[in-house]
T-cell receptor, first 111, second 115 residues
Framework: RKEVEQDPGPFNVPEGATVAFNCTYS??????FFWYRQDCRKEPKLLMS???SGNEDGRFTAQLNRASQYISLLIRDSKLSDSATYLC????????????FGRGTSLIVHP | SAVISQKPSRDICQRGTSLTIQCQVD?????MFWYRQQPGQSLTLIAT?????????ESGFVIDKFPISRPNLTFSTLTVSNMSPEDSSIYLC????????????FGPGTRLTVT
């Protein structure tokens, strides 16, 4: 089983739609969780950290489910500019910062 | 966040040669990281570079193939030695920021093609 797993997609949605991605992780001791966005031929950029209580930033909501070992990203009112690959990142913690990246979920928002 | 630059942004090299990639950060950082992202794949950590000590390499990566320098707290280099076409990839440096939750910020990447 891979350490961090994501559905590669692509998720193809119309503008204005709500779309959600999940990411599962295998290490139950994982401490920190993030969503990154990567545009084609660009570097990954931090979208948001994922807190235990969940967090929201505008149209984006991230949730953590420790019991089931997954994190989710919900995007409401999708824009064309949301088209990108969304990477899930998990850090095992324990004083050793070795983040593990998922392969990413591709999102295509069409008119 | 952090402002990170990398040079070169891209290069096409012949097999058997070596390429050194530079990474410059706008402020002092303790740890710098080097990643590789092959086409269609996610990021793979190559090594962690601390100033004043040897880099720590991940499984599958060795110093002879990927020597790293970290002469000060704002700069690092990664050399890809004796290149083969399998080394064609995007190479990214990154730094971490934050006291509690440590977030990573990436340079723009170096796109390497080995012919």
């Amino acid at each position: 089983r891979k350490e961090v797993e994501q559905d590669p997609g692509p998720f193809n949605v119309p503008e204005g739609a709500t779309v959600a991605f999940n990411c599962t992780y295998s290490n139950s001791a994982s401490q920190s969780f993030f969503w990154y966005r990567q545009d084609c031929r660009k570097e990954p950029k931090l979208l948001m950290s994922v807190y235990s209580s969940g967090n929201e930033d505008g149209r984006f909501t991230a949730q953590l489910n420790r019991a089931s070992q997954y994190i989710s990203l919900l995007i409401r009112d999708s824009k064309l500019s949301d088209s990108a690959t969304y990477l899930c990142v998990v850090n095992a913690g324990g004083g050793s910062y070795i983040p593990t990246f998922g392969r990413g979920t591709s999102l295509i928002v069409h008119p | 966040s952090a402002v990170i630059s990398q040079k070169p942004s891209r290069d096409i090299c012949q097999r058997g040669t070596s390429l050194t990639i530079q990474c410059q950060v706008d402020s002092q950082v303790t740890m710098m990281f080097w990643y590789r992202q092959q086409p269609g794949q996610s990021l793979t950590l190559i090594a962690t570079a601390n100033q004043g000590s040897e880099a720590t390499y991940e499984s599958g990566f060795v110093i002879d193939k990927f020597p790293i320098s970290r002469p000060n707290l704002t700069f690092s280099t990664l050399t890809v030695s004796n290149m083969s076409p399998e080394d064609s990839s995007i190479y990214l440096c990154s730094v971490e920021r934050g006291a509690g939750v440590r977030e990573q910020y990436f340079g723009p990447g170096t796109r390497l093609t080995v012919t």
